[in-house]
């Protein structure tokens, strides 16, 4: 049993991550730095719901975290697993 606790954490990481938007997003943020809503969306052609239900899930797991700069919050990528994951999977 202590095994499989030493892995759960990481198991949510993978389980956030293994979706093709949240992956290129978090590529955008790596890439880029931090990146506000409107810039993935122009970026991603999808709807701004779409991308902010995303970066809900992602802010929610703590992989990113934002900061507000003005009306906007810029976006980046706080969790160094889903960075190396990034890098792996590149």
């Known amino acids: 049993m202590q095994k499989i606790r030493k892995y759960e954490n990481s ?3 993978l389980r956030i991550l293994a979706h093709p938007v949240r ?39 703590k992989i990113i975290s934002g900061t507000r700069k003005g009306l ?5 990528v706080v969790d160094d697993r889903a960075k190396s994951i990034l890098s792996t999977l590149a």
Do not use: D, R
Not at 24 to 48: D, H, R, S, W
Not at 72 to 76: L, N, Q, S, V
């Open 11 to 13: 198991a949510e990481v």
């Open 72 to 76: 906007e919050i810029y976006y980046e």
């Open 23 to 61: 992956l290129g997003l978090i590529e955008t943020m790596i890439t880029n730095g931090p990146t506000n809503v409107t810039a993935m969306y122009e970026e991603f052609k999808m709807p701004q719901s779409t991308i902010s239900q995303h970066l809900s899930k992602l802010k929610s797991a």
